[in-house]
């Protein structure tokens, strides 16, 4: 019998945030892969949770560990794979074990838990219906502006990763690239200091920069390319009332108007919301 290798998210600053079945399976599994035994020791430590670990799987060292964890789960052993904080593989380490789990035949199972992308993502006020992660942005200056130059023409709200040492580099380089765009910073998400900033790259970067001190892991939301509608707006404004009229749902609603109107998908999500919230709005 095949043993399991479980994918579990784990908190990625308050310690609340854990499901049941994540801390069932921490506690039944034969052993625990970190990527770092000393931080996943904090939250095991929290709940009580005693089982062993069997190796770190940290960034370089996880394809050395590969045989011998393919061998525990041939033997029938089940595992947990956690990173630091959050869902394991997401710009975090696993994706080489995974894959050969996978093509050994070996039942890999998430057990879904927190997302620092997602978290920012949702509450960031930005549109959702389309979005892309890039996770954690290049060290290097040039590759970061290139990459901020690439995101000139995409319509989908994009999401980074980013740390304290080159936020206020990449919003300078954000100021030249992208200037008047719509962003978001979410910094220490979940934590006692969890913080949103939102405007645009200038208006960020002087924030930041009145501070004595940057601190923590930032989530770095960067709104899509907005041009103006270009439908005529009597028909836009006849077609939404008759599809609100038929109940469908607004994600729908979007779809048609891009693909029926040639409107830009950013300006047709805004436009719909902003009927909703015009409508929540009237005086009863």
Known sequence: MNGI????????????????????VLKSVDFILAEDTRTSLRVLKHY??????FSSVYQGA????????????????????????????????????????????????????PCAAIAGLTASGLPLDRFSFEGALPRGRGARQSLFTSLESREETCVFYESSHRILDSLQ?????????????????????EEFLRGT???????????DRVRG???????????????????????????????????????ILVNGLGIPRNEAYRIVHQKDDGERNEPS
């Open 201 to 211: 790259a200038s208006e960020l970067h002087t924030c930041l920069a009145e501070k």
């Open 62 to 113: 996880e394809r050395q560990r590969i045989l011998s964890i393919l061998s525990l789960l041939g033997d029938g052993k089940h595992l947990a794979l956690v990173s630091d904080a959050g869902t394991p593989l997401v710009s975090d380490p696993g994706f080489p074990l995974v894959r050969a789990a996978v093509d050994a035949g070996q039942p890999v199972v998430p057990v879904p838990g």
């Open 48 to 53: 009580d949770i005693h089982t062993p670990f």
């Open 173 to 193: 380089l954000l100021v030249e690239v992208l200037p008047t765009r719509r962003l978001v910073l979410a910094r220490e998400l979940t934590k006692v200091h």
């Open 5 to 24: 290798l479980y994918l579990v998210a784990t908190p990625i600053g308050n310690l609340g945030d854990i499901t049941h079945r994540a801390i069932e």
């Open 217 to 255: 892991e930032f989530v770095l939301i960067v709104g899509g390319a907005e041009t103006p509608v270009t439908a005529d707006q009597e028909a836009v404004h006849r077609m939404l009332e008759e599809l609100k009229a038929e109940n469908l749902p607004n994600k729908s609603i979007v779809r």
